[in-house]
Structure formats: structure tokens, C-alpha cells
């Protein structure tokens, strides 16, 4: 005789049924937190380019206008004041957009700097997420 070494349907099935059981239970606890990921990587870009902000005031003594903005990081301004120690290899690769596919908005108002994204809103409000903790 001949022992067949297989699973029979009903090994599988019981299988199937506590993978479902397990996905029933886990996939409403990952799929509910989307936004919070969104938010945390908006974060995450923030402190990238306020690091990267950072390294152009040490080269350059300041902060970019808020007319260069971010885009200074990538490609050196020609708008006044032009910088003179500018890294030939730029500050960043390219500017990230945030999770929700806007650009991030900077302001610098005589040195203090703000750099944000609107948010899950899109817009002006209380769904703002910036560099100074909020």
C-alpha cells in the first residue's frame, strides 16, 4: 500500500477558517489607523527638511526667503540673496510631498521659519501639522 502524504480538504479548511478568524480580527485594527500613519509621516518629512533647512543656514548664515522656498534645498537661488556657500550637491534630493499629495508650505518671517503641511483638510486650519509641535 501506497500512504498518501497530503492534507485532506478538511485539514485545510480548518486552516482557511482560523486565517480568517485571525484577518477578521487584525485587519480592523491596522485598516482604522491610515490617518495617524499619514500624520506621522508628515512628521517625519517636517524634521527632514527643517534638518536640511538647518544645514543651509550653517553654509549659508540664513535661513532661504520665503520667495526662494524649499525648492533653495534643491536647487541653488538665483533670486536675492543669492547664497555663496550653497552645496553644490544640494540639501535635498527633491521636496516631498505630504500623504495627502500637497506640496509643503514654508514661511520665513525675519528667521523664524514654519514649515507645515494643511493636513487630511487641505487647507488653512485646525488640521495643521508644522515644525513647531503641533
Same mark, same amino acid.
Given at each position: 500500500?501506497?500512504?498518501? %502524504?497530503?492534507?485532506?480538504?478538511?485539514?485545510?479548511? !480548518?486552516?482557511? !477558517?482560523?486565517?480568517?478568524?485571525?484577518? @477578521? /480580527?487584525?485587519?480592523?485594527?491596522?485598516?482604522?489607523?491610515?490617518?495617524?500613519?499619514? /500624520?506621522?509621516?508628515?512628521?517625519?518629512?517636517?524634521?527632514?527638511?527643517? %534638518? @536640511?533647512?538647518?544645514?543651509?543656514?550653517?553654509? %549659508?548664515?540664513? $535661513? #532661504?526667503?520665503?520667495?526662494?522656498?524649499?525648492?533653495?534645498?534643491?536647487?541653488?537661488?538665483?533670486?536675492?540673496?543669492? #547664497?555663496?556657500?550653497?552645496?553644490?550637491?544640494?540639501?535635498?534630493?527633491?521636496?516631498? /510631498?505630504? #500623504?495627502?499629495?500637497?506640496?509643503?508650505?514654508?514661511?520665513?518671517?525675519?528667521?523664524? /521659519?514654519?514649515?507645515?503641511? $494643511?493636513? #487630511?483638510?487641505?487647507?488653512?486650519?485646525?488640521?495643521?501639522?508644522? %515644525?513647531?509641535?503641533?
Amino acid at each position: 500500500m501506497r500512504k498518501n %502524504n497530503g492534507f485532506t480538504l478538511i485539514e485545510v479548511m !480548518v486552516v482557511v !477558517v482560523i486565517l480568517g478568524i485571525l484577518a @477578521a /480580527i487584525i485587519v480592523p485594527k491596522i485598516m482604522s489607523r491610515p490617518e495617524q500613519a499619514r /500624520i506621522v509621516k508628515a512628521k517625519q518629512d517636517i524634521t527632514a527638511i527643517q %534638518n @536640511a533647512l538647518d544645514l543651509y543656514k550653517l553654509d %549659508n548664515g540664513s $535661513y #532661504p526667503t520665503t520667495e526662494q522656498g524649499l525648492n533653495a534645498l534643491v536647487t541653488q537661488p538665483t533670486t536675492p540673496p543669492v #547664497p555663496q556657500n550653497w552645496n553644490a550637491d544640494g540639501y535635498l534630493k527633491q521636496i516631498p /510631498i505630504d #500623504p495627502w499629495g500637497q506640496a509643503y508650505q514654508y514661511v520665513n518671517d525675519n528667521g523664524h /521659519i514654519k514649515v507645515f503641511s $494643511y493636513g #487630511p483638510k487641505g487647507k488653512e486650519g485646525d488640521s495643521e501639522i508644522d %515644525n513647531e509641535g503641533t
